[in-house]
Every structure is written in C-alpha cells, then in structure tokens.
C-alpha cells in the first residue's frame, strides 16, 4: 500500500456507474487505479485503455487474488452485491460497494459480520454523504439554525425508456425505483431524523412486478418526510429540509448538491459549494483515510447507519410488496 504511497484500488463491475466513478477516482492524489475486472476480458481490457489502467481480468476472483489491490469497488448489479464484497473480504481486501447494500437486510448484515470477521475496511458507496453541501446543511440543523426539524421533502426521479429494456427494468438483478434510487431520499430522511416510527408506502408497478414509481411517508415522534423515487417522470430533484424557524433547501439534484440556500425571516442566504468532479472524489478520500487510520468503517457512515437503512428499505418493500 505505501508503494508510490498510494492506496490501490481495484474495480468491478465496469457499467455506467464504474464509468462515472473511476474518472473521479483518478482526480484523488492518494488513489491509483490497479486493475479492472469483468466476466468479459475484452469488455475488461477495453475499460482499462480507457483508463490508462496496466492489468484487467476476465473474472472477478482473479482480481481478488491480485496482491497489490489494497481495496475493491464493487459496481455490479444490485444482485451481487452480497456475494461479491464478502469474497473480497475473504481474499483479505477493503471494499467501498455500491449501493443499495444489498437487496436484504439479512445480507447487509452478513457483509457487515464478514468486514468484522476479516478485519477490513467496509462502506456502502453512499457518495451523498460526504457532498460538501449535504455535510454542511447537516451542520446547520444540527447548530439549530432552522430549529427543530418538522418536515423533509425530497425526491429522486427520471424517465426511462421500458421499450429499451435494461438493469433497471430486471427484476432478477434488483431493478426498480426503490433499490435503484428510492434508497437516496430515505437516506437523507434517516441522517436528519433517524428510525422512523412507521413507514406508509405505495407504488405502481410494471407487468414484471418491478415498481415504476414508489411513494413513501415516514411517521416520526413529531416529524415527517414526503419521499417519492420514479423511473417513469422527471421532477426538479430539490430536497427541502422544514423547521421550526426556517428551512433549508438543497440545489437540484440534491444528492449531489454544489450548494444549498437557507430562507429564513423572509431572507434567503445562498451557499455555493462547487463538487470536485461529480463527487464521488469525498468518498474515495474517506475510503483512503480510513484504511490508513486502520479503521474497518466509516464515523460518517458506519456499518450501523447502513443496517439501519437497509432495514428501512426492507420495510418500505415489505410494504408495497416487491419480491425478488
């Protein structure tokens, strides 16, 4: 790991996602992109010139074997997830996997128990949580700024073409609102609020039983959240955060906000907080600071907060009936 004193990471899983992170990753002075992997070699080799990456291989347990990989991303399908981070754990590597973290919580809990059980570090790729913008507006709540928080208001939608088919419309690899995105404005409800007390849920579904569209009330003490998730219409992707005297609203998309405003006595003040790259360069850093310091979880996003979301997402699913 101190060679060139950088962290080596190792991807799998070269889609979309892996696309979008790994130009991110390159932006991280610590970080060095080692080796790429895919069922399919020359899909492998392909992402790897891409990149200017020196080793990519056909099979996923070859890169788990590679010694020089310090840790793994795990960019497969939501399907996947369980399976693969715990044989990179076993092989004795960190890894930062995608998320939802898995399609149950029995198997969140089972990828915690192995990072454990391994010594290794673990995270869940909730990206979102280290925005600058998102820490920031969590600061400001948490200062009292906007008083007591009574009401979260966010959202995360986008059309999709059914027609074209695709992982988000596979029912066998966790396709879906709720998995794919509906998992971001619950995120952000249980960082402000925490449990909820209930859960009221419902969605429209396609032929296949996936759900296309996925609304959610989230019941507290003396608080609520309004969250929807939809792969079949767009929205403005604002989150607004409601409190006793004021409120905090974060720039569209808000998962990955470059700033937020907050209104307050009638007079809106405005924060621009400018991403480097798309953001997910914060969680690369966290990834690298945390192997350094030997800690096997994040304090941001611990194995706990990932369990305790997994579990909301299994009530919510409970609730609308998905089935995998």
């Excluded at 990753?25 to 080799?45: F, I, M, P, Q």
């Excluded at 600061?139 to 059914?162: C, L, S, T």
């Excluded at 470059?258 to 790259?277: A, C, D, M, Q, R």
């Excluded at 690369?284 to 579990?311: G, M, P």
């Amino acid at each position: 790991m101190e060679n060139n004193n950088r962290i080596k990471w190792g991807i799998i899983g070269l889609g979309n996602m892996a696309n979008q992170f790994v130009p991110d990753l390159l932006r991280v002075k610590d970080a060095e992109l080692n080796a790429v992997a895919s069922r399919n070699k020359h899909e492998a080799l392909e992402f790897a010139v891409r990149y200017n990456c020196s080793k990519s291989y056909g099979s996923y347990e070859a890169l788990f074997k590679d010694p020089e990989v310090d840790i793994v991303y795990i960019a497969t399908p939501h399907d996947s997830h369980a399976e693969l981070a715990i044989k990179a754990l076993e092989h004795g590597k960190h890894v930062l996997c995608e998320k939802p973290i898995a399609l149950s919580y029995k198997d969140a809990l089972r990828m915690i128990e192995a990072s454990r059980k391994h010594n290794k570090f673990f995270m869940e790729a909730f990206w979102t949580r280290f925005i600058p913008s998102i820490k920031e507006a969590l600061e400001k709540v948490n200062q009292g700024i906007i008083g007591d928080v009574k009401y979260i208001k966010a959202d995360f939608a986008f059309y999709a073409d059914e027609k074209k088919g695709g992982r988000l419309f596979d029912k066998n690899l966790g396709g879906g609102a709720l998995f794919d995105i509906g998992v971001y404005p619950l995120f952000l409800s249980y960082l402000l609020l925490g449990i909820p007390k209930e859960i009221i849920a419902k969605s429209i579904y396609n032929a296949n039983g996936i759900d296309l569209q996925t609304s959610m009330i989230l019941q507290y003490e003396n608080a609520q959240s309004i969250l929807h998730a939809s792969i079949v219409s767009e929205s403005d992707m604002k989150a607004t955060i409601s409190g006793t005297k004021g409120h905090i609203q974060l720039n569209s998309p808000w998962f990955a906000a470059n700033g937020y405003s907050v209104i307050k006595e009638e007079k809106e003040t405005n924060f621009s907080l400018p991403n480097h790259g798309k953001g997910y360069t914060y969680e690369v850093t966290e990834c690298n600071n945390c192997i350094r310091n030997n800690q096997i979880e994040s304090s941001l996003w611990s194995h706990q907060n990932s369990l305790d979301l997994s579990k909301i997402v299994e009530e919510v699913r409970i609730q609308i009936g998905l089935e995998f």
